[in-house]
């Protein structure tokens, strides 16, 4: 079994405490207890590290893509290699199952891999000029040093994604991964340091993250910001980048409405969005949460349901046969019980689960709601957690399509219809960043990953990735 480590500031290629030696405990949420500590950056660090990675992207963005490619997937290869000791470690601070954790390790590797050859392929163009001896150019360049804020509930993958599309294009990169998780995502830049990546180029930091949100983003040397975490902070921290003139991404919150059709192979449709709600306890941007299910197939949908999520094994990430661990912070347990907590005093009915499991641990039962209306909270606000909200939906489209848009957000919806026909009629109706068919599509490193509305801005995957790292600038030049 792995040991918990310390976990350090990184900048400039040091592996450094604060320097007023200030740290910050970690808690195992299986067990509510203290396992390790997180230094707390202050004002000199992230000075340092702003610096620090103005000097690395000079280095950085003039090293050839080939090089900076064969570094990378060095990385992703050391990644591999260290699997089995990082991965316990993700569980012990995040509580997800170990498999789980594995699976997302060996992820964040084939995610560096991609966006690493597909570095290699940021072609600019040349456009044919109205006047003979002209050469016009579309030339791509890096956009210079990355502020980097990045959430729990995947403490590699959110990380990987910004990370990785920075280094490919050439850019270098300061993150501040979430105070909870620190562990797992310093192995993963630490996975990059080992390769060869130059000081300065990565920076990690921890400590309060408005101070270094509004410290970083106001920076001189920081010209991008890229956030992943709730639409409320993300708004705060696209309007800051927006009065310091700084691109942004921004991949926030969702609803995701899982439309079922009276025609779905039922069976499947219930298999398959139980895996997906379940998976790290709900708490997953792109977690279907109302589940539109066509009237007539409506109450055997919701017993097929309620009965795979009885079965869903909940406990300790690190004890196998686990299938679901505990909610990753207190902060959850908290908002699980308050929003079913004004559901049920509404009128909702509880299907299965509905409260905390055991006595010590953030547990919470895998539930089931119905009997639900659009004025309780759990219906506009993201739960972020193991909770499926069953509404019967109308049979017919405009209706059905209206309401899996009915809210402000546009991540991921998912859909089981009976037939291509209404498939494709999804597809052009459903408002949504996301929508996938029959199965669970998403997330892959060379497709488009982002929202749409509240949801937020900008792509985390495919050849998007990478433009949202690129200045596009424009050269003519007539011949002498
Ligand atoms: P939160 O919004 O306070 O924090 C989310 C993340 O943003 C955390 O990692 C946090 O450290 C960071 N953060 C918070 N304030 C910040 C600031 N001023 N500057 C920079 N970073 C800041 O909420 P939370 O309690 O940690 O999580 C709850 C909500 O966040 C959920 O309901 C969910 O909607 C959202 N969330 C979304 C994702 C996602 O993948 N999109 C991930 C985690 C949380």
Not at 72 to 86: C, D, F, I
Not at 218 to 235: C, E, N, Q
Not at 356 to 363: L, S
Not at 428 to 452: A, K, Q, S, Y
Request: charged share 20%; proline share 6%.
């Amino acid at each position: 079994m792995s040991q918990y480590p310390e976990t350090l500031l990184f900048i400039d290629g040091q592996w450094i405490a604060a320097s007023d030696g200030r740290f910050v405990d970690v808690v195992n949420p299986a067990t509510e207890q203290v396992i390790g500590r997180v230094a707390h950056a202050g004002q000199p660090e992230l000075a340092a590290a702003a610096a620090a990675a103005g000097r690395g992207f000079a280095v950085w963005s003039r090293m050839s893509v080939f090089d900076r490619y064969r570094i990378m997937r060095q990385a992703a290869t050391l990644l591999r290699e260290r699997v089995e000791t990082v991965a316990p470690i993700m569980t012990m601070e995040q509580g997800k199952p170990v498999a789980e954790a594995r699976t997302e390790l060996l992820a964040a590797a084939d995610t560096i891999d991609w966006l690493a050859e597909e570095g290699r392929r940021a072609y600019g163009r040349l456009i044919p000029a109205r006047a003979v001896g002209v050469t016009q150019a579309v030339i791509r360049t890096p956009v210079g040093p990355v502020a980097a804020f990045s959430p729990w509930n995947f403490p590699v993958n959110q990380v990987v994604r910004k990370v990785g599309a920075a280094l490919a294009t050439g850019c270098s990169i300061i993150v501040k991964a979430a105070e909870e998780t620190p562990a797992s995502p310093a192995a993963l830049v630490r996975a990059f340091a080992d390769a060869g990546v130059p000081a300065g180029v990565i920076g990690l930091v921890y400590g309060t993250p408005s101070e270094i949100s509004e410290t970083l983003i106001a920076h001189p040397a920081i010209r991008k910001v890229t956030f992943t975490g709730s639409t409320a902070v993300g708004k705060m921290l696209a309007a800051l980048a927006g009065s310091h003139m700084k691109r942004a991404t921004m991949e926030l919150g969702g609803h995701g409405p899982a439309i079922v059709c009276a025609d779905a192979d039922l069976d499947r449709a219930a298999t398959t969005l139980v895996a997906a709600k379940f998976r790290n306890a709900g708490q997953v941007c792109v977690s279907p949460t109302r589940f539109l299910v066509e009237r007539p197939v409506f109450g055997r949908f919701v017993e097929r349901f309620a009965e795979l999520a009885r079965k869903v094994q909940v406990g300790d990430g690190l004890q196998s046969g686990t299938t679901m661990g505990p909610l990753a912070n207190v902060r959850r347990v908290d908002a699980m019980e308050a929003l079913i907590g004004d559901a049920t005093a509404r009128g909702a009915e509880i299907v299965t689960g509905g409260q905390r499991v055991g006595n010590a641990g953030y547990f919470f039962a895998p539930t089931v709601l119905r009997d639900l209306t659009t004025e309780m909270r759990i219906m506009n606000e993201d739960p972020f957690g193991p909770v499926a909200l069953m509404v019967p939906g109308s049979t017919r489209w405009p209706i059905a399509c209206g309401r899996a848009t009915r809210l402000p957000y546009g991540l991921a919806a998912y859909a089981f219809p009976g037939s291509g026909r209404t498939a494709a009629r999804l597809r052009d109706e459903v408002r949504t960043g996301m929508l996938t068919v029959n199965h669970l599509g998403l997330g892959l490193p060379e497709v488009p990953f982002g929202g749409i509305g509240d949801s937020g801005y900008g792509s985390e995957g495919g050849t998007e990735a990478l433009d949202a790292y690129l200045d596009t600038r424009f050269f003519s030049m007539r011949d002498y």
